[in-house]
Antibody, heavy 123, light 111 residues
Framework: EVQLLGSGGALVQPGGSLRLSCAAS????????MSWVRQAPGKGLEWVST????????YYKDSVKGRFTISRDNSKNTLYLQMNTLRADDTAIYYC????????????????WGQGTLVTVSS | QSVLTQPPSVSGAPGQRVTISCSGS?????????VQWYQHLPGTVPKLLIY???YRPSGVPDRFSGSKSGTSASLAITGLQAGDEADYYC???????????FGGGTRLTVL
């Protein structure tokens, strides 16, 4: 059974930093690209970032480029999102999601989702 | 403002058929990029409902079906059940934004 356990969400001040983690099990972690998708309060889903199965390729939404860094440790079956220079509009539930492909392909879909971790950016 | 446009809400009586539209443009659906649909039930995590425009993952009832034409896609739900009450999102890839995009979501109410 695929399991994705997100953690690391917290209340942080604007300009602060936070690192999210997502522990994966139930599938060959290195064989799948992984993503972060967020949902702001009362809003819809928004793709944030994707990393290939090997970790060699990454994709970011424009508004987080240069501030967020996605990474993975395939030896620990864990996905990360380092978030710096946080802004109020980064406030959201952050979901980690497994992708159907090992590479970052335009046909990829998010076939399993973790339970989400809440990030609140406020002074 | 989402790149993919969905109606904010739809409703139907138990047993009826409803459709949810997803309107895109030439840089996403109109370029042939596949469309996915996700179901987000209250208090749960999103679930993949349709992938590759019209394919259902194992375990998804055939009451759910997807289609695509031109710059738009649709999700149809037949035999509506109370348990279908949820938010539904379409998703594709956008070449202008070089990233994945979601619709704004549609809240389905079963009357």
């Amino acid at each position: 059974e695929v399991q994705l356990l997100g953690s690391g969400g917290a209340l942080v001040q604007p300009g602060g930093s936070l690192r999210l983690s997502c522990a994966a099990s139930g599938f060959t972690f290195s064989g799948h690209a992984m993503s972060w998708v967020r949902q702001a309060p009362g809003k819809g889903l928004e793709w944030v970032s994707t990393i290939s199965g090997s970790g060699g390729n990454t994709y970011y939404k424009d508004s987080v480029k240069g501030r967020f860094t996605i990474s993975r440790d395939n030896s620990k079956n864990t996905l990360y999102l380092q978030m710096n220079t946080l802004r109020a509009d980064d406030t959201a539930i952050y979901y980690c999601a497994k992708m159907s492909l090992s590479y970052i392909g335009v046909t990829g879909n998010f076939d399993y989702w973790g339970q989400g971790t809440l990030v609140t950016v406020s002074s | 403002q989402s790149v993919l446009t969905q109606p904010p809400s739809v409703s139907g009586a138990p047993g009826q058929r409803v459709t949810i539209s997803c309107s895109g443009s030439s840089s996403n659906i109109g370029s042939g990029y596949v469309v996915q649909w996700y179901q987000h039930l209250p208090g749960t995590v999103p679930k993949l409902l349709i992938y590759g425009d019209s394919y259902r993952p194992s375990g998804v009832p055939d009451r759910f079906s997807g289609s695509k034409s031109g710059t738009s896609a649709s999700l149809a739900i037949t035999g509506l059940q109370a348990g279908d009450e949820a938010d539904y999102y379409c998703q594709s890839y956008d070449s202008s934004l070089t990233g994945f995009v979601f619709g704004g979501g549609t809240r389905l109410t079963v009357l």
